[in-house]
């Protein structure tokens, strides 16, 4: 199974940018999509967005669409999730996730992905 590894969160000022990583804690030759989930305290796990492995175009939740760039460097094994104009309400543990159906149309139900990572936080002040 594939152990995947988020990094790159923090406290930020509102209207700040942050940018997380995802890849796996060893090189894998295992292909997947990649999705990007949050969950604040007391709230549901929700989609933040996905990306196929094949560099398909992501796809995002409406609440982070122009705001948030989800990308992949496949010789780095590492996808990216670039956060621009952040706000109060972003802040949240964030998880990575892979998909080994890796099929279109990608997957927003987070019960659905077969491996995780153990998330990084990520705090935007006011």
């Known amino acids: 199974q594939v152990q995947l590894v988020e990094s790159g969160g923090g406290l930020v000022q509102a209207g700040g940018s942050l940018r997380l990583s995802c890849a796996p804690s060893?090189?894998?030759?295992?292909?997947?999509?990649t999705g990007w989930f949050r969950q604040a305290p007391g709230k549901e796990r929700e989609f933040v967005g996905a990306?196929?492995?094949?560099?398909?175009?992501?796809q995002y939740a409406d609440s982070v669409k122009g705001r948030f760039t989800i990308s992949r460097d496949n010789a780095k094994d590492t996808v990216y999730l670039q956060m621009n104009n952040l706000k109060p309400e972003d802040t949240a543990m964030y998880y990575c996730?892979?998909?080994?159906?890796?099929?279109?149309?990608?997957?927003?139900?987070?019960?659905?992905?077969?491996?995780w990572g153990r998330g990084t936080q990520v705090t935007v002040s006011s």
């Open positions: 996730a892979g998909d080994l159906a890796s099929q279109l149309p990608l997957k927003t139900n987070w019960h659905t992905y077969d491996f």
């Open positions: 060893s090189r894998t030759s295992r292909k997947y999509a």
């Open positions: 990306i196929n492995w094949r560099l398909g175009e992501p």
